[in-house]
């Protein structure tokens, strides 16, 4: 099975704040890599897929890059209505999510 | 517009079984491939399931299979789950996800969920 570890678990930042997540697949996935956030209470929510392509209507503060192993998620300048727990999904084989990131506001 | 919507539930004791359903609307259920994916409480995201647009191809995660049946009714757009041999760690919140129709494994839309506890 491909393992999907996050970095960091959590993070707190301020509004306005450039917000970095990354995940890392234990082996190459080419760019089979999708992210998700999940608000409390609610669904996850398809951000970006293919590792690096917006879904229709997020906006384009959200960004992803990365193939092989290494991804990387990036928020451009946090927004309030960012809170949330952040999840990378592979798919090379059967999907596997990450762990996940905590993101807050300081 | 899309809406999935889950119900079935519940709190069931160690062993038993219980059936989860996902009602489908706003799109053309028969021609999108769906899953199940679960997330027990205060932890990560689990896929349980997949079933193709007719059918004819289903996968399970190990940690459900031989216990878990995925099926579908296109004609009543709907999604089901049958759970059999229910242990503690099955308690999770499940979700009915649909896979993007072009993208392999891209869940685009997702259910509010359904509580389902496994306990004496």
């Known amino acids: 099975d491909i393992q999907m570890t996050q970095s960091p678990s959590s993070l707190s930042a301020s509004v306005g704040d450039r917000v970095t997540i990354t995940c890392q697949a234990s082996q190459d996935i080419s760019n089979y890599l999708n992210w998700y956030q999940q608000k409390p209470g609610k669904a996850p929510k398809l951000l970006i897929y293919d590792a690096s392509n917006l879904e229709t209507g997020v906006p384009s503060r959200f960004s992803g890059s990365g193939s092989g192993t290494d991804f990387t998620f990036t928020i451009s300048s946090l927004q309030p209505e960012d809170i949330a727990t952040y999840y990378c999904?592979?798919?090379?084989?059967?999907?596997?999510f990450g762990p996940g990131t905590k993101v807050d506001i300081k | 517009e899309v809406q999935l919507v889950e119900s079935g539930g519940g709190l069931v004791q160690p062993g038993g079984s219980l059936r989860l359903s996902c009602a489908a609307s706003g799109f053309t259920f028969s021609s999108y491939s769906m899953n199940w994916v679960r997330q027990a409480p205060g932890k990560g995201l689990e896929w349980v399931s997949y079933?193709?647009?007719?059918?004819?191809?289903?996968y399970y995660a190990d940690s459900v299979k031989g216990r878990f049946t995925i099926s579908r009714d296109n004609a009543k757009n709907s999604l089901y789950l049958q759970m059999n041999s229910l242990r503690d760690e099955d308690t999770a919140v499940y979700y009915c996800?649909?896979?993007?129709?072009?993208?392999?494994?891209?869940?685009?839309?997702w259910g509010q969920g359904t509580l389902v506890t496994v306990s004496s």
């Open positions: 996800a649909r896979r993007q129709q072009w993208l392999d494994w891209v869940f685009d839309y």
């Open positions: 079933i193709s647009s007719s059918s004819s191809t289903i």
């Open positions: 999904q592979q798919y090379d084989n059967l999907p596997t």
